[in-house]
Structure formats: C-alpha cells, structure tokens
C-alpha cells in the first residue's frame, strides 16, 4: 500500500489546518490508518494510533479535543482536522499502517506543518 500526505503548511497559532492521505494498493482496514508527527532529531511521537486491546481510537492527550481523524474508504483517503494549533505542533506528519498501539509499518514522504506567528 502507498501512503501520500498533503495539506501541510505554516499557520498562525490558534488557526486549523486538514492535512489528506491519499492511499492506494489494497488496505483492507482503514481504521488501521493513523497518523504519528516528527520533528527532527527527536523520537517519533504516535498522534493518533489503533489500540490494539479494543480496537478504539487513540488521541494523544496533547492533540485530544484539537484534532480529529477521519476515513472515507470509498474515495481512498485519510484526513487529519486540526484545530487550535500550537507551536509545539509543529512538525512532519505522516499518515501510516498501524499494526496496533503506534506501532507504525508503513508511512509516506509526509507534510509539514509549521506553526508560527
């Protein structure tokens, strides 16, 4: 399965963006689909992620009530919504495959985000 981001940008603090992963190549879990974020030289951080115990949707507790992820399977794609942006949101995003719990397999090239006023 191929993974490719868009939508990222630079935005002032408070203001929203929706970031897009386009997915093609058979997937047949879409709630499989997460999203984890990275700045470089720090470790990568799971946004939102699959739990594998119940199968529920995982927010990081920085982004929860801020973003929201959701699934069109039939148009192929992913959206990240997130509103309310902060500085420390600042970093590459990237859609990918989660084997359960943030465990990520598969990503695309990602989109930046940028946050700044």
């Known amino acids: 399965v191929r993974l490719v981001e868009s939508g990222g940008g630079l935005v002032q603090p408070g203001g929203s963006l929706r970031l897009y992963c386009a997915v093609s190549?058979?997937?047949?879990?879409?709630?499989?689909i997460g999203w984890f974020r990275q700045v470089p030289g720090k470790e990568r951080e799971g946004v939102i992620c699959?739990?594998?115990?119940?199968?529920?949707?995982y927010y990081r507790d920085s982004v929860k009530g801020r973003f929201t992820i959701s699934r069109d399977s039939a148009k192929n794609m992913v959206y990240l919504l997130m509103n309310n942006l902060k500085p420390e949101d600042t970093a590459v995003y990237y859609c990918?495959?989660?084997?359960?719990?943030?465990?990520?397999?598969?990503w695309g090239q990602g989109t930046q985000v940028t946050v700044s006023s």
């Open positions: 990918a495959t989660d084997l359960g719990d943030c465990v990520f397999d598969n």
């Open positions: 190549g058979f997937f047949a879990d879409f709630d499989a």
């Open positions: 699959k739990l594998s115990s119940d199968g529920n949707t």
